[in-house]
């Protein structure tokens, strides 16, 4: 069975950087589309940027231009590099893999999720 695990969350100050880690095991990644999601308390969560199995990406509009998704098949991860963080980036990261079918894609695992947090 697939396990994600994200690594890399923490406190940093505005226009800073951080750089997100999904580990998997149990599984390949390269199959899979790979995500990023965040979710803030009474909010669902909502998709940051994905990446498919062929390397397209796409981002939320509140990101672009800021956040950066890739993925390195041979280690089995995917990573989010997230620059001029602003404290509306606050929020829990979890990875996502899916598998695209019929125009859509479905979850096959989400990691625990990790904790960023935007502040003077």
């Known amino acids: 069975q697939l396990q994600l695990a994200e690594a890399g969350g923490g406190l940093v100050q505005p226009g800073g950087s951080l750089r997100l880690s999904c580990a998997a095991s149990g599984g390949i990644i390269s199959i899979y589309a790979m995500g990023w999601y965040r979710q803030v308390p009474g909010k669902q969560r909502e998709l940051v940027a994905r990446?498919?199995?062929?390397?397209?990406?796409n981002y939320a509009d509140s990101v672009k231009g800021r956040f950066t998704i890739s993925r390195d098949n041979a280690k089995n991860t995917v990573y989010l590099q997230m620059n001029s963080l602003e404290p509306e980036d606050t929020a829990v990261y979890y990875c996502?893999?899916?598998?695209?079918?019929?125009?859509?894609?479905?979850?096959?695992?989400w990691g625990q999720g990790t904790q960023v947090t935007v502040s003077s």
């Open positions: 996502n893999a899916a598998q695209y079918s019929r125009g859509d894609y479905y979850t096959r695992a």
């Open positions: 990446i498919t199995s062929g390397g397209s990406t």
